[in-house]
């Protein structure tokens, strides 16, 4: 059973996010690096910014590794 936290994980997603990751092709690279740290990426609407949706309080000086 999955709880409410890898529901959201499943259920949010961005259709802009491929074109946006051919646009600029470094953006993957900072994605991977932020999700190796065991948080998952998404981007906002147009791609002006990515945000990381956490189950647990983060502090963002650990996360940017």
Known sequence: SL??????KLEIFNDLLPAALKVET????????L?????????????SALYIVSEKNVDISIVIC
């Open 26 to 33: 470094q953006l993957k690279d900072f994605i991977n690096t």
């Open 3 to 8: 709880n409410d936290y890898e529901l959201l």
């Open 35 to 47: 999700e190796k740290c065991g948080n998952k990426v998404f981007m906002s609407g147009s791609g």
